[in-house]
């Protein structure tokens, strides 16, 4: 087998694999279910490519997990507090709902691993977002200055976070709500009403601590 056709069957299984794995969760899932979508005849084709059903989902988390991680940190330490929310944003923003990105298959993935999940979860946590949390609670002891506690620090990283995420976990409500409403026309105007009404409460708290 040529090296670019072996290259091709192994895309076609890590894309079978994210398709599958969308519909019938990781536990649910088969590696005849995912060669079958593949269109590979031989059912040890994800073995033969990834090892097993667990490290072919082990590989697409860690596609899903450092996505946000490869801009995140573009020139993070050379930007201001409000820069660097500003960005962190933007970005979540961009990935989760540019190009409808919320209702991918990708997303349902993610959020199945919120919801139940796998034994790789906290490895993934250790590896990508205990770094990036660092960072983002040190942006957010910045932004409400001397005082602030470290659970404030917290308690905005959630505010923020929890209203990023909403339309992702929300949609099939919001959407028989809104129907009109887009997140792939619209979710440059969301962050940046994220990012306004974000700031406004943080200056708030911050108000609060110089009292």
Known sequence: MSEIKSQN????????????????GYRDATV???????????????????????????????????AYDRFD?????KKT????L??????FCAMLYKNNAFASDITSIFVSEMTQPSPFIEELVDTYNRPRIKRHL???????????????ARDCLVSVAGQLLYYSFAWPVFSRLFPD?????????????????S???????RNKILK
């Open 9 to 24: 069957t192994k895309n076609r299984l890590f894309n079978a694999g994210i398709k599958v794995f969308a519909d019938k």
């Open 32 to 66: 005849r279910d995912i060669c079958k979508k593949a269109g590979a005849a031989n059912i040890n084709a994800v073995n033969y490519y990834f090892g097993s059903k667990e490290k072919l989902y082990r590989e697409i988390l860690n596609k899903i997990f450092s």
């Open 73 to 77: 940190q573009d020139d993070w330490d």
């Open 81 to 84: 507090p409000r820069e660097q």
């Open 86 to 91: 500003k960005s962190m944003i933007a970005n």
């Open 138 to 152: 040190k942006m957010f002891q910045d932004l409400l200055g001397e005082g602030a506690t470290d659970d404030m």
């Open 181 to 197: 409403y887009s997140t792939d026309e619209r979710y440059e105007q969301w962050a940046a009403h994220v990012y306004e009404f």
């Open 199 to 205: 700031l406004g409460g943080i200056e708030t708290i």
